[in-house]
């Protein structure tokens, strides 16, 4: 059965820091692994998409790399802002299961 | 594109009482998933549906919660009786089907459920 962690639960930096986020998944299985952001009492946005056969994905300020072998993603912020405080979620997706198996999330505050 | 719509937004009821949430899909996606996620933690999967078929409903509890998805669009979820233990977002999302390149999965603004 596959099960995914974050760390760390939860995160507070300085505007302007570089950061990384990290989660992992016991089964190497995967199909794909997707980064979402979820801003209090919202919903998902996805954020990247990196399939099993990708190393690393990026959008803007964003790169999300993946190791299979480990069992490890990261989730790369440069030059955080204010507005990237929210929770970020990572989800698995199974080459078996075919549904997204969710870590419990990384709460992110970013001050001014 | 639209994205994924969920009705209601919110909903407060009393216990062993009845609720039904409404998911709308992105349109030509053939995968629909419902979550339910208690606050703090990750969504759990509670059942996915392949146009309107049943994929895995291993962790939706049959005995008072239903789903369904009929013509392969649209899905409602439905709770009977509920319990103070099922306060939670409930989320709706779509993919392409599975196998296909991109199986990106886009979720609605979810539904607050509050049971009191």
């Known amino acids: 059965k596959q099960e995914v962690t974050q760390i760390p639960a939860a995160l507070s930096v300085p505007e302007g820091e570089n950061l990384v986020l990290?989660?992992?998944?016991?089964?190497?299985?995967?199909y794909n692994l997707q980064w979402f952001r979820q801003d209090p009492?919202?919903?998902?946005?996805?954020?990247?998409?990196?399939?099993?056969?990708?190393?690393?994905?990026?959008?803007?300020?964003?790169?999300?790399?993946?190791d299979k072998s480990s069992g490890r993603s990261t989730l790369y912020i440069a030059a955080s802002q204010p507005g990237d405080s929210a929770t970020y979620l990572c989800a698995v997706r199974t080459n078996y299961g075919q549904n997204f198996v969710f870590g419990p999330g990384t709460r992110l505050s970013v001050l001014p | 594109e639209a994205g994924v719509a969920q009705s209601p937004r919110y909903?407060?009821?009393?216990?062993?009482?009845?609720?039904?949430?409404?998911?709308?899909?992105?349109?030509?996606?053939?995968?629909?998933?419902?979550?339910?996620?208690?606050?703090?933690q990750g969504p759990?999967?509670?059942?996915?549906?392949?146009?309107?078929?049943?994929?895995?409903?291993?962790?939706?509890?049959?005995d008072r919660f239903s789903a369904e998805r009929l013509k392969g669009v649209?899905?409602?979820?439905?709770?009977?009786?509920?319990?103070?233990?099922?306060?939670?977002?409930?989320?709706?999302?779509?993919?392409?089907?599975?196998?296909?390149?991109?199986?990106?999965?886009?979720?609605?603004?979810?539904?607050?459920?509050?049971v009191v």
């Not at chain 1, 990290?22 to 995967?30: E, K, W």
């Not at chain 2, 407060?12 to 703090?40: D, M």
């Not at chain 2, 993919?95 to 459920?113: V, W």
């Open chain 1, 22 to 30: 990290n989660c992992s998944f016991t089964d190497s299985a995967i």
């Open chain 2, 11 to 40: 909903k407060i009821i009393e216990k062993r009482q009845s609720v039904a949430f409404w998911c709308n899909p992105i349109s030509g996606h053939a995968t629909l998933y419902w979550y339910q996620q208690i606050l703090g």
């Open chain 1, 41 to 66: 009492g919202k919903g998902l946005t996805s954020l990247l998409l990196i399939q099993s056969s990708q190393r690393e994905q990026t959008s803007g300020r964003l790169n999300a790399s993946l």
């Open chain 2, 44 to 62: 759990k999967l509670l059942i996915q549906f392949q146009n309107n078929g049943v994929v895995d409903d291993s962790q939706l509890p049959k």
């Open chain 2, 74 to 114: 649209d899905s409602t979820l439905k709770i009977q009786p509920a319990k103070l233990e099922d306060s939670a977002v409930y989320l709706c999302a779509s993919s392409l089907q599975f196998g296909e390149k991109n199986t990106e999965a886009f979720f609605g603004q979810g539904t607050r459920l509050t």
